[in-house]
């Protein structure tokens, strides 16, 4: 019985299975909204309102030809997608979707795992820099020396906004500190209020979506570290940036807006629920701004959003001592 | 500190029409540029002395998508100076309405375009749907979208009744709104004025140096505008006309300049339409041209656009030269480009609004020891073939 | 101006509840605005072949033949003759018409020519047969109406 819970765990929810289609149908839904802002349509004829078009993307890279460039270097070449997908695919299972007890501390949910998930998900800007460094392509190089600067300029702001609602619940544990906000709600909107945005637009710049896509400019540097790639390949790393944008938005909803509670199957609609508000957000975001410049990412992260995580950390410090 | 060279194009994202930059890169920043042109050549000139004026005045117009209205009026008033005929009033307001209304279509273009160059897709998609209650409008008026074919030697094909004034006019005032919420959005949105405030900076004494024409010249203080200088059309006699400048030199002031030319353009097409004086629309117009030269420009929307027609008394040209107005705006992109950043190229190069179809025309370069040298069409195959032979491609 | 943080956030959310500006040809109907110049179409019995159509096209899209020539019972020579339009050349721009010193090319509706092949795309119009004039000893020119 056991063996068929982790069994259906791994592979089934939240694992592969459910990753694979749930992040079809996140990305379905971020062109629809990005569209519908956009006075237009989005994906219309695939399926039901467009919803089979991300899985049809999918089929159609896998069956296209896949073309290394004599200069690159084949392993790292390869290696490159299936890197950054094996991380995001382990991040998924640390979500505390369907913990199998709240109370008892297993192997997907422990003291620490908050810091565990957030190092998995840099895991992809390597793996990202790697397919840049190895394609040997001007525009490729170009593009993988950018994310890394951009790693360099999120991360610690990410970081400082992930440890608040920690420090106020109490716990490095995603599950506890998910159902601590669960009990105080109230807490989400008076004290997280500063993390909350600069968790959001951290998470953006991760994703490298608009505003923050400088590593993939496409009018600029034609594709960034992915210009070399084509077919399967290229078909990995989209599929790693959708399930990467699944993993991104239940980790913000699991810490700020209070976990997915209730068990199997309560738990699976929180999740839906939770994670489709989060990519409605970031979808807002992307619609409404343009691509700013590396330089002036640097300059906004350690001006602005750094200094803002740090007085949100003095905030819940001080509520940590003035609470019973 | 060693540099490397990024190659822009000829096939890039960044542009529309096919150019070839060289680009020396310091980390980030540009250190030298080159420029290579010549991939849109399609023989222009030449096709234009095997054709009568009658098939040049469709031919001029196939110059160029965007600005092919401003073709077609630069060719024909020249061969009406040549012809020495007089076109009706009536023909002239409407030959104005219908390039002042090219001008709004193109300004828009613009304007998502450089949107879209930074990265802000969404103005990009707003700027062009608002964009077809033009082309709509346009369609209305001439029957196409592109290529309006209303010119004729004489006057115009077409005539405006009651109804398309009326329509013309809606068109007109909600554009105005709309545009004014694009100039507002453009000034105020932070990312997209952290990518154009200060980039990409002319100085005035360097415009006029390098001879910038149209509102990349304009944006820099230099107020040289064809239809203020050199009216046409109606321009300054009955029809009025304000020249838009701004002082800043960099993207942002050609982005207000372009918004401004915009606002005055609803003006003159306002005026035109509520003043149509009656009258016919067309004079007959002579089939042989009688002999002489002329020299004609128009303020196309990209800028100064200069015809040279020579006729020999027949009914074809002996000689036609276009000079298109990118053609005088690709030196001082490159004195913008050197010190740019990488991530702005796309949008300096965009925000001269090039527009390759129009500057590709033959360009003799001089050898310095004196001999010019002409190639046939059996030297330059042989050349090819022996190019080509040797890279073993 | 000053900055505005988020300027564009109400004017995006008020879209999400507005109909899409997008036209979805070919599944619902687009029919062209009224006055669009088309295709030409010509009338053989009122051509004069003067042949200005021929000259004036900007796209060499006209060919006029002379099909034959007879005189009729009142002792009138007439001529007729037929015209070669190929489509896939013509830019629309109605030249042709406006050339026509007797109107015998009208414009009609048409712009949408798609084919397989080229030859579907030439359009013949060619007069009636020339009628056999019992009377008077009519002397046709042979000219070979192209297939």
Same mark, same amino acid.
């Given at each position: 019985?056991?063996?068929?819970?982790?069994?259906?765990?791994?592979?089934?929810?939240?694992?592969?299975?459910?990753? !694979?289609?749930?992040?079809?149908?996140?990305? %379905?839904?971020?062109?629809?909204?990005?569209?519908?802002?956009?006075?237009?349509?989005?994906?219309?004829?695939?399926?039901? @309102?467009?919803?089979?078009?991300?899985?049809?993307?999918?089929?159609?890279?896998?069956?296209?030809?896949?073309?290394?460039?004599?200069?690159?270097?084949?392993?790292?070449?390869?290696?490159?997608?299936?890197?950054?997908?094996?991380?995001?695919?382990?991040?998924?299972?640390?979500?505390?979707? %369907?913990?199998?007890?709240?109370?008892?501390?297993?192997?997907?949910?422990?003291?620490?795992?908050?810091?565990?998930?957030?190092?998995?998900?840099?895991?992809?800007?390597?793996?990202?820099?790697?397919?840049?460094?190895?394609?040997?392509?001007?525009?490729?190089?170009?593009?993988?020396?950018?994310?890394?600067?951009?790693?360099?300029?999120? +991360?610690?702001?990410?970081?400082?906004?992930?440890?608040?609602?920690?420090?106020?619940?109490?716990? %490095?544990?995603?599950?506890?500190?998910?159902?601590?906000?669960?009990?105080?709600?109230?807490?989400?909107?008076?004290?997280? !209020?500063?993390?909350?945005?600069?968790?959001?637009?951290?998470?953006?710049?991760?994703? +490298?979506?608009?505003?923050?896509?400088?590593?993939?400019?496409?009018?600029?540097?034609?594709?960034?570290?992915?210009?070399?790639?084509?077919?399967?390949?290229?078909?990995?790393?989209?599929?790693?940036?959708?399930?990467?944008?699944?993993?991104?938005?239940?980790?913000?909803?699991?810490?700020?807006?209070?976990?997915?509670?209730?068990?199997?199957?309560?738990?699976?609609?929180?999740?839906?629920?939770?994670?489709?508000?989060?990519?409605?957000?970031? @979808?807002?975001?992307?619609?409404?701004?343009?691509?700013?410049?590396? +330089?002036?990412?640097?300059?906004?992260?350690?001006?602005?959003?750094?200094?803002?995580?740090?007085?949100?950390?003095?905030?819940?410090?001080?509520?940590?001592?003035?609470?019973? | $500190? /060693?540099?490397?060279?990024?190659?822009?194009?000829?096939?890039?994202?960044?542009? #529309?029409?096919?150019?070839?930059?060289?680009?020396?890169?310091?980390?980030?920043?540009?250190?030298?540029?080159?420029?290579?042109?010549?991939?849109?050549?399609?023989?222009?000139?030449?096709?234009?002395?095997?054709?009568?004026?009658?098939?040049?005045?469709?031919?001029?117009? &196939?110059?160029?998508?965007?600005? /092919?209205?401003?073709?077609?009026?630069?060719?024909?008033?020249? *061969?009406?100076?040549?012809?020495?005929?007089?076109?009706?009033?009536?023909?002239?307001?409407?030959?104005?309405?219908?390039?002042?209304?090219?001008?709004?279509?193109?300004?828009?273009?613009?304007?998502?375009?450089?949107?879209?160059?930074?990265?802000?897709?969404?103005?990009?998609?707003?700027?062009?749907?608002?964009?077809?209650?033009?082309?709509?409008?346009?369609?209305?008026?001439?029957?196409?979208?592109?290529?309006?074919?209303?010119?004729?030697?004489?006057?115009?094909?077409?005539?405006?009744?009651?109804?398309?004034?009326? #329509?013309?006019?809606?068109?007109?005032?909600?554009? &105005?709104?709309?545009?004014?919420?694009?100039?507002?959005?453009?000034?105020?949105?932070?990312?997209?004025?952290?990518?154009?405030?200060?980039?990409?900076?002319?100085? #005035?004494?360097?415009?006029?140096?390098?001879?910038? *024409?149209?509102?990349?010249?304009?944006?820099?203080?230099?107020?040289?505008?064809?239809?203020?200088?050199?009216?046409?059309?109606?321009?300054?006699?009955?029809?009025?006309?304000?020249?838009?400048?701004?002082?800043?030199?960099?993207?942002?002031?050609?982005?207000?300049?372009?918004?401004?030319?915009?606002?005055?353009?609803?003006?003159?097409?306002?005026?035109?339409?509520?003043?149509?004086?009656?009258?016919?629309?067309?004079?007959?117009?002579?089939?042989?041209?009688?002999?002489?030269?002329?020299?004609? &420009?128009?303020?196309?929307? &990209?800028?100064?656009?200069?015809?040279?027609?020579?006729?020999?008394?027949?009914?074809?040209?002996?000689?036609?030269? *276009?000079?298109?107005?990118?053609?005088?705006?690709?030196?001082?992109?490159?004195?913008?480009?050197?010190?740019?950043?990488?991530?702005?190229?796309?949008?300096? $190069?965009?925000?001269?609004?090039?527009?390759? /179809?129009?500057?590709?025309? $033959?360009?003799?370069?001089?050898?310095?020891?004196?001999?010019?040298?002409?190639?046939?069409?059996?030297?330059?195959?042989?050349?090819?073939?022996?190019?080509?032979?040797?890279?073993?491609? | 101006?000053?900055?505005?943080?988020?300027?564009?956030?109400?004017?995006?959310?008020?879209?999400?509840?507005?109909?899409?500006?997008?036209?979805?040809?070919?599944?619902?109907?687009?029919?062209?605005?009224?006055?669009?110049?088309?295709?030409?179409?010509? =009338?053989?019995?009122?051509?004069?072949?003067?042949?200005?159509?021929?000259? =004036?096209?900007?796209?060499?899209?006209?060919?006029?033949?002379?099909?034959?020539?007879?005189?009729?019972?009142?002792?009138?020579?007439?001529?007729?003759?037929?015209?070669?339009?190929?489509? =896939?050349?013509?830019?629309?721009?109605?030249?042709?018409?406006?050339?026509?010193?007797?109107?015998?090319?009208?414009? =009609?509706?048409?712009?949408?020519?798609?084919?397989?092949?080229?030859?579907?795309?030439?359009?013949?119009?060619?007069?009636?047969?020339?009628?056999?004039?019992?009377?008077?000893?009519?002397?046709?020119?042979?000219?070979?109406?192209?297939?």
């Amino acid at each position: 019985m056991e063996a068929l819970k982790i069994f259906a765990y791994l592979l089934v929810y939240p694992g592969l299975l459910f990753l !694979f289609f749930y992040s079809t149908l996140v990305q %379905w839904a971020d062109r629809k909204l990005y569209a519908r802002f956009q006075n237009r349509m989005g994906p219309t004829y695939t399926g039901f @309102c467009g919803m089979l078009q991300p899985i049809a993307d999918f089929i159609k890279l896998m069956a296209k030809e896949d073309i290394v460039p004599a200069a690159a270097d084949k392993g790292l070449f390869a290696l490159a997608p299936i890197l950054g997908l094996a991380s995001v695919f382990t991040a998924a299972l640390l979500l505390p979707v %369907w913990h199998f007890s709240a109370n008892v501390q297993s192997v997907t949910s422990f003291q620490g795992d908050l810091i565990v998930i957030a190092y998995l998900l840099s895991v992809p800007s390597l793996a990202y820099f790697l397919a840049g460094w190895a394609s040997r392509s001007m525009f490729a190089a170009i593009g993988s020396v950018r994310v890394l600067t951009l790693l360099f300029s999120y +991360e610690v702001p990410l970081f400082l906004a992930m440890l608040s609602p920690a420090v106020l619940a109490g716990s %490095w544990r995603m599950a506890e500190i998910a159902a601590y906000y669960q009990q105080h709600p109230a807490h989400i909107l008076f004290t997280l !209020f500063l993390g909350f945005p600069v968790a959001i637009t951290c998470l953006q710049a991760k994703l +490298e979506r608009v505003p923050f896509d400088i590593p993939e400019a496409e009018t600029e540097i034609v594709g960034g570290a992915f210009t070399e790639y084509s077919g399967r390949k290229l078909a990995m790393f989209r599929l790693l940036i959708d399930v990467e944008m699944v993993v991104g938005a239940g980790f913000i909803a699991a810490i700020f807006l209070g976990g997915f509670p209730g068990g199997l199957v309560p738990g699976f609609v929180w999740f839906v629920l939770k994670t489709l508000a989060v990519i409605f957000v970031l @979808c807002l975001i992307r619609a409404v701004t343009g691509r700013i410049r590396i +330089e002036q990412m640097v300059n906004f992260s350690w001006r602005f959003l750094a200094p803002v995580a740090v007085i949100q950390l003095i905030i819940v410090i001080l509520m940590k001592g003035f609470l019973p | $500190m /060693s540099t490397f060279t990024i190659p822009v194009g000829p096939q890039h994202p960044a542009l #529309k029409e096919p150019t070839s930059f060289r680009l020396e890169v310091d980390g980030e920043v540009i250190v030298n540029a080159d420029l290579r042109l010549g991939y849109n050549h399609r023989g222009i000139e030449k096709l234009a002395e095997s054709r009568s004026y009658i098939q040049n005045l469709f031919l001029m117009e &196939r110059i160029c998508g965007i600005c /092919s209205n401003a073709h077609t009026a630069c060719f024909t008033h020249g *061969v009406e100076k040549l012809m020495g005929i007089e076109v009706p009033k009536r023909a002239t307001y409407i030959r104005c309405l219908i390039g002042e209304l090219e001008r709004v279509h193109s300004h828009l273009l613009w304007l998502g375009v450089a949107g879209h160059e930074v990265g802000f897709d969404t103005f990009f998609m707003y700027t062009w749907r608002d964009r077809e209650t033009i082309m709509d409008l346009l369609e209305l008026l001439s029957g196409n979208r592109v290529h309006y074919c209303l010119y004729t030697y004489g006057g115009v094909r077409r005539d405006l009744d009651e109804g398309q004034i009326q #329509k013309c006019l809606e068109a007109i005032a909600f554009l &105005r709104e709309r545009t004014a919420y694009y100039l507002n959005l453009g000034a105020t949105e932070p990312t997209f004025v952290a990518r154009i405030a200060g980039v990409g900076k002319l100085p #005035k004494e360097k415009a006029l140096e390098l001879c910038a *024409v149209g509102p990349l010249a304009r944006a820099s203080g230099v107020a040289v505008d064809i239809r203020q200088d050199d009216p046409y059309v109606g321009f300054g006699e009955y029809i009025p006309f304000h020249i838009q400048t701004d002082e800043g030199g960099d993207l942002l002031a050609r982005v207000i300049v372009r918004a401004k030319e915009l606002m005055e353009s609803y003006n003159i097409c306002e005026y035109i339409l509520k003043n149509l004086p009656a009258g016919e629309v067309r004079v007959k117009a002579p089939r042989k041209v009688p002999e002489g030269e002329v020299v004609s &420009r128009v303020e196309a929307q &990209r800028g100064e656009d200069i015809h040279y027609i020579r006729s020999n008394g027949t009914e074809k040209p002996d000689r036609v030269k *276009v000079r298109a107005p990118t053609l005088a705006n690709w030196p001082a992109t490159l004195y913008m480009l050197k010190g740019a950043y990488v991530a702005d190229t796309p949008i300096i $190069m965009a925000g001269i609004d090039p527009c390759m /179809s129009c500057t590709d025309r $033959m360009v003799e370069i001089a050898d310095v020891r004196g001999d010019v040298k002409v190639w046939d069409w059996e030297t330059l195959r042989q050349y090819g073939m022996n190019f080509h032979g040797k890279r073993k491609v | 101006m000053k900055l505005q943080l988020g300027a564009m956030v109400p004017e995006v959310m008020k879209h999400l509840f507005r109909r899409t500006a997008t036209i979805q040809v070919p599944f619902v109907p687009h029919p062209a605005p009224g006055n669009i110049r088309g295709t030409p179409v010509m =009338d053989p019995l009122k051509c004069i072949g003067c042949k200005r159509c021929e000259m =004036d096209c900007p796209a060499e899209a006209i060919e006029i033949k002379k099909e034959y020539e007879y005189k009729n019972e009142a002792g009138k020579l007439i001529r007729r003759f037929s015209m070669t339009l190929y489509v =896939d050349r013509c830019t629309h721009c109605s030249q042709c018409a406006e050339s026509c010193p007797v109107d015998a090319i009208q414009m =009609d509706q048409h712009y949408d020519h798609a084919a397989y092949t080229r030859e579907e795309l030439k359009f013949l119009y060619k007069p009636e047969p020339m009628p056999v004039v019992a009377a008077q000893p009519a002397a046709p020119v042979a000219d070979a109406p192209k297939a």
